[in-house]
């Protein structure tokens, strides 16, 4: 696309951004108020519903998909000019959804015409709500090392095993799961990608409280889950390359959650917690240059995304994608960390009236970032990956 | 802003390459440090790099220059980092060419930008007062007499100053220490009476001077802007010197990284390659983020000065401080990486730790950049 016609698509997004766009729907969003979708959701406030039905209507749930399938059908540069005008407007997303970010990009690629039109539809439209099967309690990091086994009884697949780090798996309505079809083959060979619709009989779930006092991860149990052939994405025993490939998509989301507008920002909200000097210096040298470290690495951060984005559209083939795991989610540990130091003991309360909203959730936030380092691929699977793929260091 | 170079600027940077690798290799600086020259650098490369249109790339084709953009400066300074090239790039080119195209008045930019181009003079910026870059703290006075002024004091650490054949003197006419009122530019020439440069023996082995001023005295032709009002051009130009040195380091930390990514492929010890260990694999991993983020906080500073946005003071300290602390974290980790031989002097990896230093110092450590950052950005 031209950028005449890239500029007045920007002035039409913009435009109707802000005629569709309800007032109450461009502030970060705060917990409780996103709406995920799913057979059992509800939307937070009648605002938040008009928003998403406005763009679902649009395709611009799933702006970049194709719009038989109920996407927007735009190309990556429309698409980041759609996503830049509503960061402009802090307009929150319409729909939050595991679906749109990780399982419909690999059914995109993967998936058949079939469930193409069964599962891309009713993600878009906020029909169904997913969770990730992919961790086992003890296959993390060692993900290849799945154990829950899914036998072929011809017509069906019978499930037995479990999942770890399923996110509100409580709540969703289908779960996509790495599981183990061949035991004879090595490691990789033997793993398939099947959709499992969580109200089957057989499947049970127990919420895990983290850190953060939050139970957004759970753990489902498979007891003899029976799942139609149909729901196998890909080939039998092939499931790794659907796996990674979704994977990649989880890493991607994850590596922009550090240049999304926070809703407690060091930079700005958290600034009134400290005291400054004559010079209107913030007193404390050590919470300044933690502050700016911050900035400073969050700039670079930001930068570093614009640029891959520029070296695809030239269609340069660039490194950058591997790395912002690593760096998107070090921004948010460092965000963490000065929220803490910027906001003292008032970012220290767990629970009661004595602390302000923006308070327990600076700290929530802080607890919250420690899952990201950890989520999606290790800090140091992501090292790994960058000294075998990048470096091309002996193994 | 642009964060991938055009057809024009990535034909300009491997042809960069192309001649660096060929006419000055990191063997042909060596030769020059040990040879204790007297310039500093090599006459007759600077020759043919003025030639090429290098030392006048950002100057106006009405003035001699090449009027290519920064960005296109910056993309061949990044390759003088690869190779070490020692030159008056920075001194002359970006620091003094930039004062002069800023702040200079028609007869001082037709009397020097044409000769500073075509690599006939050479300029250096003299700043410095004390051990620590401080330029509002600078005390060299400038005294009216004569309808002109005397200059007195001592600059330090001036890059190429003891070779330069004009130097652009940084005094105050009024005001006090730590004041941006009050500073002003001066266009001298550096065999003037008053004047003693002494060559400063440096640990990158580069030219350096300290500069006595006695008594120097200018005329009110020498004035380059106007009188205490010096900062309005200083700090656009220490901004431009501030990212041309990013880019430096920058070059120069992917080199000192590439070969020690080499070495960790090469070197075995307990009958294994030693890049196959993951203590050492992750902290080359982590160096590589931080090298990834550089490329685009300089390419993003020097596409700023072309865009000349209000943010680049803010913009040239995030690049400059980055590329200090990464640039320090790299040549560390490279000697250490390489071990024993990593100490040696015969090894280059020693060199790029030394010439880091410097540059790291030059125009403001990161003490001095997240400092100026924050305040930039109101905290």
């Not at chain 1, 040298?285 to 930068?303: C, K, N, P, T």
């Not at chain 2, 290519?68 to 910056?74: E, K, R």
Request: hydrophobic share 40%.
């Amino acid at each position: 696309m031209s950028m005449e016609s890239l500029d007045q698509f920007r002035s039409e997004v913009r435009q109707w951004l802000a005629d569709n766009c309800p007032v109450s729907q461009r502030t970060p969003a705060q917990p409780g108020e996103q709406y995920w979708g799913g057979r059992r959701a509800e939307f937070p406030n009648a605002d938040a519903q008009l928003w998403f039905e406005r763009m679902r209507d649009k395709g611009w749930t799933a702006p970049e998909w194709p719009a038989e399938y109920g996407g927007g059908g735009l190309d990556e540069a429309q698409a980041k000019i759609l996503k830049d005008e509503m960061k402009a407007i802090a307009a929150r997303p319409p729909l939050v959804s595991l679906g749109i970010w990780m399982l419909g990009p690999a059914l995109l690629e993967y998936g058949n015409q079939q469930q193409k039109e069964k599962y891309l539809t009713a993600i878009v439209r906020g029909e169904h709500r997913w969770c990730q099967g992919y961790s086992e309690p003890g296959y993390g990091s060692d993900l290849a090392g799945v154990q829950c086994r899914a036998e072929d009884k011809g017509d069906h697949y019978l499930v037995n095993g479990s999942k770890i780090w399923t996110s509100r798996a409580d709540v969703a309505d289908w779960i996509f799961c790495l599981v183990r079809t061949n035991t004879d083959a090595i490691k990789q060979e033997g793993i398939s990608f099947l959709l499992i619709d969580m109200e089957t009989e057989g499947i049970s779930t127990s919420l895990i409280e983290l850190i953060s006092g939050e139970s957004e991860f759970c753990q489902t149990f498979f007891d003899n889950v029976k799942v139609p052939k149909e729901n196998l994405v890909g080939e039998a025993d092939k499931g790794w390359s659907v796996a990674k490939s979704l994977l990649k998509h989880e890493r991607k989301l994850m590596s922009e959650m550090g240049t999304d507008i926070p809703s407690v920002d060091p930079r700005t909200i958290a600034r009134d917690y400290v005291s400054y000097n004559a010079e209107g210096k913030i007193a404390n040298s050590e919470i300044r240059r933690q502050l700016a470290e911050y900035d400073m690495y969050i700039q670079a951060v930001g930068l570093t995304h614009f640029r891959g984005f520029e070296e695809r559209m030239h269609n340069i083939q660039g490194n950058s994608p591997l790395i912002m795991k690593y760096v998107g989610t070090e921004a948010e540990r460092l965000k963490g960390e000065a929220l803490l130091a910027l906001m003292g003991s008032s970012a220290l309360g767990w629970e009661g009236d004595e602390f302000s909203a923006t308070e327990k959730q600076a700290l929530r936030q802080w607890a919250m970032s420690k899952t990201l380092t950890i989520a999606g691929g290790t800090h140091e699977i992501q090292l790994n990956i960058i000294a075998k793929r990048i470096l091309q260091l002996p193994q | 802003m642009s964060l991938v170079l055009n057809e024009e600027q990535t034909l300009l940077q491997s042809t960069a390459r192309d001649f660096l690798l060929t006419n000055s290799p990191v063997d042909e600086f060596r030769k020059l440090r040990d040879s204790r020259d007297a310039l500093g650098y090599s006459a007759e490369l600077w020759q043919q790099i003025a030639d090429l249109g290098w030392a006048g790339i950002i100057i106006p084709e009405q003035y001699g220059g090449l009027e290519f953009g920064f960005q296109g400066l910056a993309a061949i300074i990044e390759e003088t980092g690869h190779t070490l090239l020692a030159s008056p790039l920075i001194s002359s080119s970006v620091l003094s060419a930039s004062a002069l195209v800023l702040g200079g008045n028609e007869k001082q930019k037709n009397d020097f930008l044409p000769q500073l181009a075509n690599g006939s003079i050479t300029l250096a910026l003299a700043l410095e007062d004390g051990n620590h870059h401080d330029p509002l703290g600078v005390t060299t006075s400038a005294n009216p007499s004569d309808g002109g002024w005397l200059v007195n004091g001592r600059k330090v650490f001036v890059m190429d100053g003891h070779s330069a054949d004009q130097l652009i003197l940084v005094a105050r006419t009024s005001g006090a220490a730590g004041e941006s009122q009050g500073l002003s530019l001066f266009l001298v020439d550096a065999a003037s009476a008053g004047i003693t440069r002494t060559r400063t023996t440096m640990v990158d082995g580069r030219n350096a001077a300290n500069i006595e001023l006695e008594n120097v005295a200018v005329g009110a032709d020498q004035l380059l802007g106007t009188v205490d009002d010096g900062w309005t051009i200083l700090e656009p130009v220490l901004d431009r010197g501030r990212i041309a040195l990013a880019a430096e380091l920058l070059g120069s930390a992917w080199e000192a990284f590439n070969r020690t990514v080499e070495y960790l492929k090469e070197r075995e010890q307990f009958g294994v390659k030693i890049g196959s260990f993951q203590a050492l694999q992750h902290r080359a991993s982590i160096m590589y983020t931080e090298l990834e983020l550089s490329n685009s906080v300089v390419m993003h500073a020097a596409s700023a000065v072309d865009d000349d946005p209000a943010g680049l003071p803010a913009i040239a300290s995030l690049a400059k401080a980055r590329m200090n602390d990464v640039s320090k974290l790299v040549t560390n980790e490279a000697v250490q990486m390489h071990g024993g031989i990593g100490v040696t002097d015969e090894l280059d990896i020693g060199l790029f730790l030394k010439r880091s230093r410097v540059a790291m110092q030059l125009l403001g450590d990161s003490g001095y950049h997240k400092d100026r950052y924050a305040t930039l950005n109101g905290y």
